[in-house]
């Protein structure tokens, strides 16, 4: 059985996720599909760079033109207009359904209400598009994520300051194992939050298992521990179990 695991020791966002999952398929094969995505006007960058000396994956979406802010009606029509998988249509707009009853129950509104700011905006439609791209390559047949770390402080959003988590990260954490993290700032992302929260089949330390492959993924923050996604690829080891 394969087995996909996400370290999430420094927390998550959309771009550390297709980061560090880069490792673990081919990067022409991924360029290829991402391309496919119905929005024009947009290219990606996958480069590398070092986090407290450890070596990771950056991704970034490159995009021309002007941020429009989006319903879920308008993401949905991107996502079914765009030539992928079913598998992989399903998957995208199951993340962005968690994300808009998420903001939806922060601000009072319908999920259809909900304008979707920061999480609209072209780089985190291809993020969330292109982690379901990379699981649909990958194929697991589990998904497992460490318990996400909490931070405190204050971010910074189109509705002024907000604390850490984000009213919409805390909602979407609803349900999900957390522990208190010491690092100041927003290490986990609504993006982030509403992966782990669509993706993983259960929560806890790494299953017994082979591993295959490890990708390092680079968040955009310089901390006191290194700003990466950590996530595992192989196969899950039966124990021996005793009579």
């Known amino acids: 059985m394969k087995v996909l695991y996400f370290d999430c020791f420094s927390g998550i966002s959309g771009d550390m996720s297709i980061a560090s999952l880069l490792s673990h398929v081919d990067v022409e094969e991924f360029k290829k599909k991402v391309k496919k995505i119905a929005l024009d006007n947009f290219d990606i960058e996958i480069g590398k760079t070092q986090k ?3 070596s990771a994956k950056t991704f970034k979406v490159l995009y021309e033109g002007e941020h429009h802010h989006r319903h879920m009606k308008d993401v949905r029509e991107i996502i079914e207009k765009s030539d992928l998988e079913e598998k992989v249509k399903k998957m995208s707009v199951d993340m962005f359904e968690k994300l808009a009853e998420a903001e939806a129950k922060v601000h009072g509104k319908s999920p259809e209400e909900v304008h979707f700011h920061e999480v609209g905006a072209v780089d985190s439609i291809v993020d969330i598009i292109g982690t379901a791209i990379l699981i649909d390559m990958i194929k697991p047949d589990k998904i497992v994520s460490s318990p996400l770390p909490v931070s405190s402080g204050f971010v910074d ?24 993290s010491d690092v100041k700032g927003e290490i986990v992302t609504p993006t982030g939050a509403a992966i782990v929260k669509t993706l993983a089949n259960e929560f806890g330390g790494i299953p017994d298992m082979k591993i295959n492959s490890i990708g390092y993924g680079a968040g955009t ?3 006191e521990i290194p700003n990466v996604l950590r996530t595992y690829v192989g196969e899950e080891v039966k124990k021996n179990l005793k009579h």
């Open 52 to 54: 407290n000396s450890i």
């Open 157 to 180: 959003t189109q509705h002024g300051l907000m604390p850490v988590p984000a009213p919409a990260t805390a909602e979407l954490l609803k349900g999900i194992p957390v522990y208190q």
């Open 221 to 223: 923050k310089d901390l």
